[in-house]
């Protein structure tokens, strides 16, 4: 208490605040003055370029600061291009830090702070960087602290420029044997559509081989398809000066989409890279995804991998994969070699197996492919061939694709597929019932038109087998056409066209000439209707709309001609019909009643599915017979005028009314027929009795060797005795 109040104590005080203030008003505007002179800078950016060709500019009214140590601030810092004067690395500002012991000992930048700084990197055709010449010089000073402020690298290859922006570095104990680093910021290049941000730390630690980072993590994320996705890669890595080779020992990339529930993540035992190369002796991925309403999975392998500037490679890649819906489990492998250059790659012995599976019950395997061919792929253009076995079966596919060039021509599919058989029916087991849809993926922008040309041997379904088919398919947006289809079936050959139009719903059309075929299977397939049978030639001409079966026979139109021999009318038996309606009996119609016939032509026109024609004809051993009517294939009923002449064509023909369901028709006479003209009754009567007598006499007639009975014709005629007609 004494001391504060001694005068001498306040003197002692106040001299030793004067000289405090004094020291560092002569620290402020003496020393740093001096220390940070234009001159002394000037002399120190020249020292630090010295022999590189380059200049440093700046602005000369630098600012200075004694706290917390002494820094000067230098704004719009520039260094030029070797022997040019544009600027190759500019900071907004750039504020240096040195050490209060640097004044009276050995130089060191506490803390050097750039803010907003760029830099532009490139190589020249020796693969010399730009910044080489500056890398390469010592620098006078140690440094302890990098800090950079929303900076920007330029990184400018012979095809694309690469941009790092809003880059935020720190760097401590940067000059030390163990640098600390952490930087972050964000990615634009055109090889991926959106920003990507990153983040980078790690520990460098320095020996005399080099250096050593050993838990280098770079991390970021970005979008791909407007899903988010983030990242993150680690490593232990090192480089060494005598190789100038970094390695990257244990490393492993892990990727993640939420959105696709997408994971991969990637590992190699190490990697090696220099300022041309990067390669790997082995390296390996796990991919898990949930996408197109399918769960993907699936493992790579890979051995002796390279990438150069120009080109990559890979001795050998293993493919193991598999696509999981509620319906069905897909399994395939890709084993290759693979190589790319310049924007293109080629897969010289690829090997491709696949093979599908249903997911509950019979598992009905399909899809079972073991393939060897090669694929290439060229500035968005690929082609390729496999040969192999499909289904167990021989198979040999070529395709080529070309991309769009711009709005003058559309991208093009071309293929070439010849298979040795096909087993339709375990791939058509899970399809909706009903006309097929217009396939989607053909109406997306920038689907391709298609051009194939298809041989298959023997092509088989549940029903039906096709041999010796070949056809060329072209598909578009617009319409799908097989234009000149051939192909052996229903014992029989036939050729024509088929094609699918894209409108709504879709039309179908169907140009045919069948020869030697047998028709039954033909109608039924085509039109459900089954009561005829015979071998012969068909000319089919048919168009339809719809969405399911009853549309499209709603608006079935077109043409149908058929000639046929040795055949039958099921469900009627025309000669027992007429005996029992001569006789006065019921008339039986069943599935068990059949007319055989020697010819049958018939030329019909149909128009909302409803088949109409007149006087087709039919020709048995004893009976020649003229269809006129109609068949409605809508509600599969007949509704026929028939007129019965004896084979021999004398007499009185004997008209019937066929109508109903084709396997169980009602058959009457037509008595207005067979009166027509006649005026009074007892005409009438006259006619009738004249017709049934003539009718009568030549059903009854004694055959001859030529003209034997039918086995079918004769169990029929001897079921039922015809009694003679009442006289009228």
């Known amino acids: 208490m004494k001391r504060l109040q001694s005068g001498k104590f306040w003197l002692k005080s106040l001299t030793a605040a004067v000289l405090l203030f004094a020291a560092g008003f002569a620290a402020q505007h003496l020393l740093l003055a001096w220390l940070f002179s234009p001159e002394k800078l000037r002399q120190a950016a020249d020292a630090a370029v010295a022999g590189t060709g380059r200049k440093v500019r700046f602005v000369d009214e630098g600012?200075?600061?004694?706290?917390?140590?002494?820094?000067?601030?230098?704004?719009?810092?520039?260094?030029?291009?070797?022997?040019?004067?544009?600027?190759?690395?500019?900071?907004?500002?750039?504020?240096?830090?040195?050490?209060?012991?640097?004044?009276?000992?050995?130089?060191?930048?506490?803390?050097?702070?750039?803010?907003?700084?760029?830099?532009?990197?490139?190589?020249?055709?020796?693969?010399?960087?730009?910044?080489?010449?500056?890398?390469?010089?010592?620098?006078?000073?140690?440094?302890?602290?990098?800090?950079?402020?929303?900076?920007?690298?330029?990184?400018?290859?012979?095809?694309?420029?690469?941009?790092?922006?809003?880059?935020?570095?720190?760097?401590?104990?940067?000059?030390?044997?163990?640098?600390?680093?952490?930087?972050?910021?964000?990615?634009?290049?055109?090889?991926?559509?959106?920003?990507?941000?990153?983040?980078?730390?790690?520990?460098?630690?320095?020996?005399?081989?080099?250096?050593?980072?050993?838990?280098?993590?770079?991390?970021?994320?970005?979008?791909?398809?407007?899903?988010?996705?983030?990242?993150?890669?680690?490593?232990?890595?090192?480089?060494?000066?005598?190789?100038?080779?970094?390695?990257?020992?244990?490393?492993?990339?892990?990727?993640?989409?939420?959105?696709?529930?997408?994971?991969?993540?990637?590992?190699?035992?190490?990697?090696?890279?220099?300022?041309?190369?990067?390669?790997?002796?082995?390296?390996?991925?796990?991919?898990?995804?949930?996408?197109?309403?399918?769960?993907?999975?699936?493992?790579?392998?890979?051995?002796?991998?390279?990438?150069?500037?120009?080109?990559?490679?890979?001795?050998?890649?293993?493919?193991?994969?598999?696509?999981?819906?509620?319906?069905?489990?897909?399994?395939?492998?890709?084993?290759?070699?693979?190589?790319?250059?310049?924007?293109?790659?080629?897969?010289?012995a690829a090997k491709l197996t696949t093979r599908m599976e249903n997911a509950a019950g019979n598992p009905r395997p399909r899809l079972i492919s073991e393939l060897e061919g090669v694929w290439t792929y060229s500035k968005g253009a690929w082609q390729g061939s496999m040969k192999g076995q499909l289904d167990r079966e021989a198979v040999s596919i070529t395709a080529g694709y070309t991309p769009a060039e711009g709005g003058a021509h559309p991208a093009r599919l071309t293929a070439k597929l010849q298979l040795d058989k096909l087993i339709l029916t375990p791939y058509l087991e899970n399809l909706p019932e009903g006309a097929a849809a217009y396939p989607a993926w053909l109406q997306k922008s920038g689907a391709p038109e298609i051009e194939a040309d298809i041989s298959v041997n023997t092509l088989q379904t549940a029903q039906l087998e096709i041999n010796r088919l070949s056809t060329r398919l072209l598909a578009d947006k617009n319409r799908i056409v097989l234009p000149d289809f051939r192909a052996e079936l229903y014992n029989g050959s036939t050729e024509g066209g088929i094609s699918m139009a894209n409108t709504s719903p879709p039309t179908y059309h169907l140009q045919q000439y069948a020869r030697n075929i047998s028709i039954r299977p033909l109608m039924q397939d085509l039109l459900r209707y089954g009561s005829i049978s015979g071998s012969g030639d068909a000319e089919i001409d048919i168009t339809a709309q719809g969405g399911d079966r009853a549309a499209l026979t709603r608006t079935l139109a077109g043409t149908l001609e058929l000639n046929l021999a040795k055949g039958t009318w099921l469900g009627i038996n025309l000669n027992q019909a007429l005996q029992n309606l001569l006789g006065n009996r019921p008339v039986k119609t069943d599935a068990q009643s059949v007319t055989p016939f020697e010819q049958f032509t018939i030329s019909s026109v149909i128009r909302k599915g409803i088949g109409r024609h007149e006087k087709a004809e039919l020709r048995s051993e004893n009976l020649r017979v003229e269809l006129t009517g109609n068949t409605d294939f809508n509600t599969m009923t007949l509704n026929e005028q028939l007129k019965l002449y004896p084979a021999g064509g004398d007499g009185s023909p004997v008209p019937l009314n066929i109508r109903g369901k084709p396997d169980n028709p009602s058959v009457t006479i037509d008595y207005k027929s067979l009166t027509e003209g006649l005026d009074t009754a007892e005409e009438k009567q006259q006619a009738l009795a004249r017709a049934l007598r003539e009718q009568w006499q030549w059903l009854n007639a004694p055959k001859t060797a030529k003209t034997q009975e039918r086995p079918s014709e004769s169990a029929a005629s001897t079921k039922l005795k015809p009694t003679p007609p009442a006289k009228p």
């Not at 790690?202 to 994320?221: D, F, H, K, V």
């Not at 996705?229 to 680690?234: G, L």
């Open 63 to 348: 600012r200075t600061t004694v706290f917390p140590r002494p820094t000067v601030t230098l704004k719009q810092v520039e260094i030029t291009r070797a022997h040019g004067e544009a600027a190759e690395i500019r900071a907004e500002e750039m504020r240096l830090g040195i050490g209060w012991g640097s004044l009276w000992g050995e130089p060191r930048i506490e803390k050097w702070v750039l803010l907003r700084p760029e830099l532009s990197l490139s190589r020249d055709a020796a693969g010399k960087w730009n910044v080489a010449d500056l890398l390469a010089k010592e620098s006078r000073f140690a440094v302890d602290r990098i800090i950079v402020e929303d900076g920007r690298l330029l990184l400018d290859t012979p095809e694309r420029r690469h941009t790092l922006e809003n880059v935020s570095l720190n760097v401590n104990n940067a000059d030390d044997a163990q640098t600390q680093i952490k930087a972050a910021g964000r990615l634009k290049t055109p090889l991926w559509e959106n920003d990507a941000e990153w983040k980078l730390q790690g520990t460098l630690n320095r020996n005399a081989q080099g250096w050593r980072m050993p838990e280098l993590a770079i991390e970021g994320g970005s979008k791909w398809r407007g899903a988010a996705f983030s990242f993150r890669f680690a490593a232990d890595a090192a480089w060494r000066r005598d190789s100038g080779k970094a390695r990257f020992s244990k490393a492993a990339l892990k990727l993640d989409i939420p959105d696709y529930e997408m994971h991969l993540n990637a590992e190699s035992p190490a990697l090696e890279a220099d300022g041309d190369s990067l390669t790997a002796a082995a390296a390996n991925a796990v991919l898990t995804a949930k996408y197109g309403g399918a769960a993907w999975d699936g493992t790579l392998d890979a051995k002796n991998i390279g990438v150069w500037p120009d080109r990559a490679s890979a001795e050998q890649i293993g493919l193991k994969g598999s696509r999981k819906t509620d319906a069905t489990h897909t399994a395939f492998t890709l084993d290759t070699p693979l190589a790319w250059r310049k924007g293109g790659w080629e897969m010289p």
